[in-house]
């Protein structure tokens, strides 16, 4: 018999084994999760014959299109599967059972980043299409503009998310609440990198960077009308011998770091009339994919 329901506390270390299975995450990293944004109704699992066999994490975001409305949005993370039980069908069984779910919380948008680029399929056969876009770059040390900028400091969780609504105000993005960004400092503290925020001669500026490895740090997100102080500052709030740059496809926004437009995120309305309503021609922007 297979059900489909949210978790309980006593789901945790059978998720934390789906979590390390599907992705090969620390134990910290793991750790942050649970520290800082899990509660019980915000991990959906699918139960077969009594034992947990696939796993969603969920955020509670908004999806902010101006000039057409706020839309409450829950961003699918973690999606896991036993490896022993791939095949079967049971992550769109999950997927459908999540659906049931949020459809009672009354939300009508699910958005998730798939893991890799094969599962934009996956996702695609289950409801989803493609919406959110990046622009993607690379930088290396010797490419970095010199002199130091010294225009970025250390922001809070909540400073952090005004400063980005701000930035991203004209955009058709995903905003997200306090505790999301707080999960993220919590992953950006676990090697170099941060939530940054500052003021260029051009404006505000905000800048999300986690390590990767020992000499790639990504830069999740880069908000800033004037890019050349912010990439100047790298080497000393991210030091690295490479920075993976995303920004958002905005032509007020994305100039820089060899830029190369790729499709990131994936929607998929719950709500019949916003999905028959909408433009799929439109390129939002999800930003940071907790990835």
């Not at 049971?90 to 459908?96: C, D, G, I, P, T």
């Amino acid at each position: 018999m297979i059900t489909v329901r949210t978790s309980v506390t006593g789901d945790i270390p059978v998720q934390r084994e789906l979590w390390k299975l599907a992705f090969g995450d620390s134990d910290d990293y793991i750790d942050n999760f649970y520290d800082t944004y899990y509660r019980p109704e915000r991990v959906v699992v699918l139960e077969e014959d009594g034992a947990v066999k696939s796993m969603t994490a969920w955020f509670n975001t908004t999806f902010v299109v101006p000039g057409q409305g706020e839309y409450r949005a829950a961003y699918l993370y973690a999606v896991a599967t036993h490896p022993d039980c791939r095949g079967r069908g049971l992550a769109a069984r999950l997927l459908a059972g999540a659906d049931e779910y949020f459809r009672s919380l009354r939300i009508p948008a699910v958005t998730t980043v798939p893991a890799e680029p094969s599962l934009h399929n996956f996702f695609g056969a289950n409801g989803f299409r493609e919406c959110f876009r990046i622009l993607g770059g690379s930088l290396r040390r010797e490419e970095i503009p010199l002199p130091p900028s010294n225009v970025l400091r250390p922001a809070s969780p909540e400073e952090y998310g005004r400063v980005r609504e701000t930035l991203l105000r004209d955009i058709p993005h995903i905003a997200y609440p306090e505790d999301a960004l707080a999960y993220q400092a919590g992953c950006c503290a676990l090697g170099a990198g941060g939530l940054f925020v500052g003021d260029t001669p051009a404006g505000p500026a905000c800048l999300c960077a986690e390590q990767a490895d020992g000499d790639l740090v990504v830069v999740k997100e880069c908000l800033s009308t004037d890019m050349r102080p912010i990439f100047s500052d790298l080497p000393r709030i991210a030091p690295a011998q490479r920075w993976e740059i995303r920004k958002p496809r905005s032509p007020e926004l994305c100039v820089g770091a060899n830029e190369n437009l790729g499709r990131f995120g994936m929607l998929k309305w719950l709500n019949p009339a916003l999905e028959k309503s909408w433009d799929w021609n439109t390129a939002g922007y999800l930003g940071l994919a907790f990835d």
